[in-house]
């Protein structure tokens, strides 16, 4: 195909300034989807996807569009996720693109994910194409939304388009826009292929599914590929577009985004980043930036009750089979039982396979708090990787205790910069740099605990700068601390997934506020129960629950409600979550008390 003709672009934004509803309205104003279609699509979805027999994720279309200068184009939108958690894989979709519709909410302005989007969009080279969006509202501000992209952002805004996604207005002109400003993909059509593989999913009926942008080269039906990182080959056996539904092409060239299947059985053939190549005639080098991802974050999970091991295994497998950055290992744990140490690439990550597991798959599960992995260096010359705090060897056998580093960029107005410094050196963090974008909008950049970001580091950010501030991090090694296990005894035994790691100046401060956190959420029970927290033998807290008489127990179950965290409010009640631990009964919101008590 003629690439002048080809355009690929993203939907940009913060999050409910309508990138979704823009999305549907191209559809619509393309003649791709009509609102019936539409109603159809996200009401029974699933069952649309088991007649296609092929699932359709996201919203990647192929959008054949005739413009006004009469040419027929292929206008391509991937699709992006927009949480830092998965910040990789936004930043392989954009590598897809050459543009990106950057959506700004006019009665809302420039917010964090505005600029963190943007900035990523930058990153790649794509040309940024300002909307502003919502303007049949009241409220919308477009000349004053206008100015301020172009302040904070830098962006040339004196043409910039105002729609309304909702009523369609002006959405004609952003397909003009597109075709005027988003340069047509580059690419030898005669080069050996190099296609970048930017999503992946694992469907019931075609196996792995894979997303591709041809950098170089082509793809042709039947054609025998090759896995760049794992050297797998195999050959294609569906090749073709969304278009919204699947549609087959029989062969395609630079520039061009489709999917394509091809018997893979397992999704860590497909992963999000890698290079396909012939199997013939190979590239001699994969697209760059190829990085595997690992998780970062881990916690156990376990069944509430023990019959339900096997639905909860087998709901585990299938998940790893969608989505190659989770991991899960079988584990036991004396208070807990029979379960699994799951690893996620952060914790919104987690969040989202823990509500899947309930609702896709009706498993009821206690979870434990997460925690990162450390480094230990053994006396005896061996070295550990921990990802569970119950598994720390003893003091004395223990060399050198190391835990993750990130560096982190932060982007906020400068009036919180205050704010920012307090929570970042409360967090331990060592600070690197500081610069103004703008002469309100400051990047703040720290080094800091990877485990001090698990708790409670989002919450607090968006507290301190009430919302304005966004985030970015990476891992960058592992450093020496003086961190100590801090072990939860109830009634003198203690509970190996109540066991955390901290650091030691903080030990004391977190044993007591932890212990407290643990006395509310348990609820009181017949008999006294004391709660203590320890560090090696030396106990550092002791909280007690007087015991109940029988007739009140009624009234008092379930403990205190309003401290669940937000994941449980979304979890159903039904069963009660609770485990018993020798006579006491434990509910889930004790197991997440650490992430509180920081
Ligand atoms: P996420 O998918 O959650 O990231 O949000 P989003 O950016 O996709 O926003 P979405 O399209 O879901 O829109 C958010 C809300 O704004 C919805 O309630 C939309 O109906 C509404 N909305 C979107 N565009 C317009 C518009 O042009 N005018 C008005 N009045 N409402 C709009």
């Not at 087959?248 to 985004?257: F, L, N, Q, R």
């Not at 974050?297 to 639905?311: D, K, N, R, S, T």
């Not at 295994?313 to 799951?342: H, I, M, P, V």
């Not at 669940?564 to 006579?583: I, P, V, Y």
């Amino acid at each position: 195909m003629d690439t002048s003709v080809i355009r690929n672009f993203s939907i940009i934004a913060h999050i409910d300034h309508g990138k979704s509803t823009l999305a549907d309205r191209i559809l619509e104003v393309t003649g791709l989807l009509t609102s019936r279609d539409m109603r159809d699509q996200y009401l029974d979805r699933m069952d649309l996807e088991r007649e296609r027999g092929i699932t359709i994720k996201a919203q990647t279309v192929r959008i054949p569009y005739k413009a006004a200068d009469g040419k027929n184009y292929i206008l391509n939108l991937i699709d992006t996720p927009g949480h830092v958690d998965f910040s990789y894989e936004v930043s392989r979709s954009l590598s897809a693109c050459e543009g990106a519709l950057l959506v700004v909410d006019a009665t809302q302005g420039v917010e964090a994910q505005t600029l963190a989007n943007v900035y990523l969009a930058l990153d790649h080279d794509l040309e940024v194409v300002p909307v502003l969006n919502k303007i049949d509202l009241q409220s919308a501000d477009v000349e004053g939304v206008k100015a301020q992209i172009e302040e904070g952002i830098g962006l040339d805004c004196h043409d910039a388009l105002a729609v309304s996604a909702k009523t369609g207005m002006g959405v004609p002109e952003v397909l003009e826009r597109i075709i005027a400003k988003v340069p047509p993909p580059k690419g030898d059509a005669d080069a050996p292929l190099q296609a970048l593989i930017f999503d992946s999913w694992y469907d019931s009926y075609q196996g792995v599914v894979v997303l591709f942008r041809i950098m170089h080269g082509g793809i042709a039906m039947g054609q025998k590929i090759r896995i760049f990182s794992t050297g797998a080959v195999y050959e294609v056996t569906r090749l073709g577009a969304f278009s919204p539904g699947p549609v087959d092409i029989p062969s395609m060239g630079p520039g061009e985004v489709g999917y394509l299947c091809a018997n893979m059985k397992n999704l860590r053939d497909a992963r999000v980043g890698d290079t396909i190549t012939g199997a013939q005639n190979p590239a001699p080098a994969p697209l760059p930036g190829f990085k595997e991802v690992k998780p970062m974050v881990f916690c156990g999970l376990y069944p509430v009750e023990a019959a339900e091991y096997e639905i909860l295994k087998s709901a585990l497998e299938k998940l790893q089979l969608n989505d190659a950055a989770f991991s899960y290992e079988a584990e036991t744990s004396q208070a807990l039982g029979f379960g699994f140490r799951c690893g996620f690439l952060g914790l919104l990550h987690m969040e989202i396979i823990q509500e899947r597991l309930e609702r896709e798959f009706g498993a009821t599960l206690i979870a434990t708090a997460p925690s990162v992995i450390y480094k230990v260096d053994k006396t005896d010359g061996t070295v550990l990787f921990i990802d569970n705090p119950s598994k720390l060897p003893k003091t004395q056998e223990i060399a050198t205790l190391s835990e993750p580093f990130v560096r982190m960029e932060i982007h906020t107005p400068n009036d919180y910069v205050g704010g920012v410094f307090k929570l970042c050196e409360e967090k331990r963090g060592i600070q690197k740099d500081i610069k103004y974008l703008t002469s309100t909008r400051v990047i703040i950049t720290y080094e800091m605990p990877f485990a001090e970001i698990v708790y409670d580091f989002f919450d607090r950010l968006k507290s301190a700068t009430k919302g304005y501030a966004s985030l970015d991090y990476e891992i960058i090694d592992h450093r020496a601390s003086d961190l100590v296990r801090l072990d939860i005894m109830i009634n003198g035994d203690p509970v190996d997934a109540l066991a955390t790691i901290v650091h030691r100046e903080k030990s004391y401060h977190y044993g007591r506020a932890l212990a407290l956190r643990l006395k509310r959420s348990i609820p009181r029970q017949l008999f006294e129960v004391i709660i203590q927290a320890a560090i090696g033998t030396k106990i550092i807290a002791r909280e007690r629950n007087s015991p109940l008489r029988k007739n009140v127990i009624a009234k008092c179950y379930g403990g205190d409600i309003t401290r669940k965290r937000k994941l449980l409010e979304k979890q159903k009640e039904g069963k009660r979550r609770m485990k018993r631990m020798g006579n006491v009964e434990i509910p889930q919101e004790a197991f997440l008390a650490a992430l509180k008590a920081g």
